[in-house]
């Protein structure tokens, strides 16, 4: 869904802004395309206004790069210099902070085009011009497109640590499928690791943002701490793939896992509503059925466990252990939805 | 270390632009532009694959540069042209987003559609040698940046490897400690900001220092199993410590609680000299004092938790804080047999 949000961003960005360059004849009018489309791109912040000043003013550095390299292109070595000082502080803007990586491309690249292709004092301006009305373009998109529910800032990153976690605990239950784990491991630990640093990420953006709440928010701080909660129980489910050694024997709770894996989607999908719709203080009728069907499913667990596992297994502390995580994570998701509706 | 790393990188891409720009001048005749985009973009390299995702990145120019410039020689409508350019970047960025990149990464799909959008909007009129040209060009441009990538400052992958290993332990060293802090509730009033605060440092540093790149898909051999091991162990370590964190978060019954200190703190000390020793062979210095295993910790800390459980209880009926305490002690060998796997491997190595 994101992704596909992309690309009617970029697709619409750049549709308009050939449009607009073909019906007005627009000399320098792909100035107006190439800002406005790679600037639409940029995405660095899942919070609205953030991305908003950003692109304001990455563009700004933009407009005023391409003018300073057309303005250069006629002297050889100064143009050679300026832009080996633009390129190496650029490089390790964005070796120092990743999220900056794709604006140093394209402020970089823009640079080049423009240095390349040299115009007079009085194209040049229209140059400016059209980067300036590219922006202005890139960004009013961006604002149409952004679903008004999550302007909010903390919605965005809620919005996204759901789908996150979501996408972490998909594979985390697959991975119990998986009969080839061992002989594949650093495979299926590579998709879980990135799937887990997605989740830390948007973790990590809510705790700071904690960490500036005053005490009168208590009902914030209280989300903050059961999200973090629900993600460390979730790697804690994570950890028996490592701690068996045959993972045929997870077989006999493959309908269970696929069970537990399909209704966590189903829970994480009701807050991610949740947030989608008007009031995001409606009551969450669904999270409890949901997370007593779970539980249903863990009693399962636990019949399974006491009919064979505590027989078949030489080490059965480790599935009690599962046992109680998945019991604490249908706690802690109680637990969340309650303090959700709370005033 | 990493400052360093990130300075030589910027100057070696920085440098490359800088002698591109020049050889433009002096070696091409029309669109010179085309050589320092070339050269910047196969220099967006991984650590460990330069040479192959350079290699890369220069075909996936080669071909949109051609392509474009032929269906620009066919096409003449300039508003078809601008709609071809705009569905080509948008399928482009489509596809890059869709295949989950890192950060800091410019796939090849991206590399394909940031060239072909170049291509179709150039306001120069193309001509029947403009295909030749653009390809010297683009030759040129990759020519420079795969040969300085590689020859300026070159990234040495164990020396790399190690040196974003070493934060990523001592972050771990004191997140144990924090931890162990938390369950005894050492500093009581301060807690609560101990909590948030080392779960946040902990993130942080992963998240700045964690060698990902060696899963790259082109790694060489000579690196892919020792070193794609090895970061499995390393990111191991951390969800351990987010599991002990976890249940160090519960509040245990303080007499019970009691009887596994000496045994935890004893394991504790243990588990972090054999960190310190780990970081002493990354700095490539001999780790100075004989180490325990912590066999005989692990040996401690299970015999006391069998003298506290009832032996005649089923394990589906144990009460929360023994659970809890299991799972702590569980988590406890699984760093022993992590952290003996991770020195075992640095042993053989050096």
Redesign the interface.
């Known amino acids: 869904m994101i992704v596909a949000y992309s690309f009617l961003r970029t697709f619409l960005t750049a549709t308009i802004t050939v449009l607009i360059s073909s019906y007005f004849s627009l000399s320098e009018g792909y100035w107006l395309v190439l800002s406005a489309t790679l600037l639409s791109q940029i995405h660095i912040i899942d919070v609205f206004k953030k991305n908003i000043y950003f692109m304001l003013v990455i563009g700004f550095v933009i407009t005023c790069h391409i003018s300073l390299s057309n303005w250069l292109s006629n002297q050889i070595i100064l143009l050679s210099i300026y832009l080996f000082i633009v390129a190496f502080l650029s490089s390790y803007l964005a070796l120092k902070k990743t999220a900056y990586y794709l604006p140093v491309i394209f402020i970089n690249l823009l640079g080049f085009l423009s240095a390349g292709i040299h115009v007079g004092y009085q194209l040049s301006i229209t140059r400016f011009e059209n980067t300036i009305v590219g922006t202005a373009v890139a960004i009013l998109v961006c604002s149409i497109l952004w679903p008004p529910s999550i302007k909010n800032t903390v919605n965005q990153l809620l919005r996204n640590y759901f789908f996150t976690m979501d996408q972490f605990q998909k594979i985390i239950f697959l991975l119990y499928s998986k009969r080839d784990y061992k002989e594949n491991s650093y495979f299926y630990e590579k998709e879980l690791n990135q799937k887990r640093f997605n989740v830390i990420k948007t973790v990590q953006l809510l705790q700071k943002i904690g960490s500036k709440i005053d005490n009168s928010d208590k009902k914030m701080w209280r989300i903050i701490n059961h999200i973090s909660a629900v993600f460390e129980i979730m790697t804690m489910l994570s950890n028996l793939r490592y701690r068996v050694q045959d993972h045929s024997l997870f077989e006999v709770y493959e309908k269970e896992f696929n069970y537990f894996s399909n209704t966590t989607t189903l829970i994480f999908r009701e807050f991610m509503m949740q947030l989608n719709s008007k009031s995001s203080n409606q009551p969450i009728k669904n999270i409890k059925q949901l997370t007593d069907s779970i539980l249903s499913s863990v009693h399962s667990f636990e019949d399974i466990y006491r009919s064979t596992l505590q027989v078949v297994t030489s080490e059965p502390l480790i599935y009690l252990i599962f046992i109680q995580n998945m019991k604490d994570f249908c706690k802690d998701i109680t637990l969340l939805a309650d303090d959700w509706v709370a005033e | 270390m990493k400052n360093l790393f990130?300075?030589k990188?910027?100057?070696t891409?920085?440098?490359a632009?800088?002698v591109s720009?020049?050889a433009?001048?002096y070696y091409t005749i029309e669109?010179?532009?085309?050589v320092?985009?070339s050269t910047?973009?196969v220099m967006?390299t991984t650590i460990g694959v330069a040479l192959r995702q350079s290699v890369q990145r220069y075909i996936a120019l080669v071909l949109s540069v051609s392509i474009g410039t032929v269906i620009l020689l066919w096409m003449k409508e300039?508003?078809i042209v601008?709609?071809i350019?705009?569905?080509g970047?948008?399928?482009s960025?489509?596809l890059s987003?869709?295949s989950?990149p890192?950060?800091?990464?410019?796939t090849i799909p991206l590399c394909v559609g940031?060239s072909f959008?170049?291509v179709m909007?150039?306001?120069?009129i193309p001509h029947s040698d403009i295909v030749h040209m653009r390809l010297y060009n683009v030759t040129l441009g990759a020519g420079i940046g795969i040969i300085i990538n590689l020859v300026v400052f070159p990234i040495h992958v164990d020396k790399e490897f190690r040196n974003n290993l070493i934060p990523i332990f001592h972050s771990y060293e004191n997140y144990l400690s924090e931890i162990i802090n938390l369950l005894f509730r050492e500093e009581h009033a301060k807690f609560e900001n101990a909590k948030?605060y080392s779960?946040?440092k902990l993130?942080?540093t992963?998240?700045k220092f964690?060698p990902?790149w060696v899963?790259e898909f082109g790694l060489s051999i000579r690196f892919q199993p020792g070193h794609?091991?090895f970061l499995?162990m390393v990111?191991?370590v951390g969800?351990?410590l987010?599991?002990m964190?976890?249940i160090a978060?519960h509040s245990f019954d303080s007499e019970l609680l009691q009887i596994f200190k000496e045994p935890i703190v004893n394991y504790t000390e243990n588990a972090k000299n054999i960190i310190h020793a780990i970081v002493s062979v990354l700095y490539l210095k001999n780790p100075v004092e004989q180490l325990s295993d912590l066999s005989d910790e692990v040996d401690a800390l299970e015999k006391t938790f069998q003298q506290v459980i009832p032996v005649s209880l089923e394990?589906?009926d144990?009460s929360?804080d023994y659970?809890?305490l299991?799972?702590l002690i569980?988590?406890m060998k699984?760093f022993r047999i992590t952290l003996i796997k991770l020195a075992q491997s640095l042993r053989s190595s050096s």
């Open positions: 990130m300075i990188r910027a100057y891409q920085a440098f632009v800088f720009i020049l433009s001048y669109e010179s532009y085309w320092v985009i910047f973009l967006q300039v508003f601008g709609m350019a705009a569905i970047f948008s399928v960025c489509y987003e869709k989950s890192r950060d800091g990464i410019v940031i959008f170049i909007l150039s306001p120069i948030k779960m946040k993130l942080r992963q998240a964690f990902d899963y794609r091991h499995i990111e191991r969800q351990i987010f599991s964190h976890h978060t394990l589906l144990m929360k659970i809890l299991a799972s569980t988590d699984d």
